[in-house]
T-cell receptor, first 123, second 108 residues
């Protein structure tokens, strides 16, 4: 069974930093691209970052570019998101989400999601 | 960036009725790379449809997707009690990938 379990959320003051993690199991993690998608309280979904299976290709949404860094450790089946210079508008539930392609390609949609971890940046 | 506009914002229907949800893109979606997700309160989104009309694994056939270019539709042929939720469309043909604002299907 595919499982994605996020951790690391919490309360951080504006300007601070936090690192989110996503532990993957039940599939060959090193074969799949991965993503982070966030959802502000009561709002819709926003894709924020993508990393290819090999880490060779990385994309960011403009809203987080230069502040957030995505990375992965295929030996540990782990995905991370380092978030710096946090703002109140970064308050959201952060989901890690799997790309369905199992040969390292970029499908662009998300077939499995974690349960999410909440980041709160008070204004 | 492609903006996706979903309508209506809220759909009030009874179990057994047909639901028709619309997703309109601000420009043509490349190769009809359009997905639909269902989200229930406190849960992660669940993939329903990809490629505008292909059902994801395990999705009941009462869910169907259609459309092309800028206009897409998710149809739920007969609403079951577990189908009352928020539905999002997402385009993945152009970077950045974007979502619609969601349509809530509520019990009438």
């Amino acid at each position: 069974e595919v499982q994605l379990v996020e951790s690391g959320g919490g309360l951080v003051q504006a300007g601070g930093s936090l690192r989110l993690s996503c532990a993957a199991s039940g599939f060959t993690f090193s074969s799949h691209s991965m993503n982070w998608v966030r959802q502000a309280p009561g709002k819709g979904l926003e894709w924020i970052s993508y990393i290819s299976a090999s880490s060779r290709t990385i994309y960011y949404a403009d809203s987080v570019k230069g502040r957030f860094t995505i990375s992965r450790d295929n030996a540990k089946n782990s995905l991370s998101l380092q978030m710096n210079s946090l703002r109140d508008e970064d308050t959201a539930v952060y989901y890690c989400a799997r790309d369905p392609s199992d040969y390292g390609a970029n499908s662009g949609y998300f077939d499995y999601w974690g349960q999410g971890t909440l980041l709160t940046v008070p204004s | 960036e492609i903006v996706l506009t979903q309508s209506p914002g809220t759909l009030s229907l009874s179990p057994g009725e047909r639901a028709t949800l619309s997703c309109r893109a601000s420009q043509s979606v490349t190769s009809n790379y359009l997905a639909w997700y269902q989200q229930k309160p406190g849960q992660a989104p669940r993939l329903l449809i990809y490629g505008a009309s292909s059902r994801a694994t395990g999705i009941p056939d009462r869910f169907s997707g259609s459309g092309s270019g800028t206009d897409f539709t998710l149809t739920i042929s007969r609403l079951e009690p577990e189908d009352f939720a928020v539905y999002y469309c997402q385009q993945y043909g152009n970077s950045p990938w974007t979502f619609g604002q969601g349509t809530k299907v509520e019990i009438k």
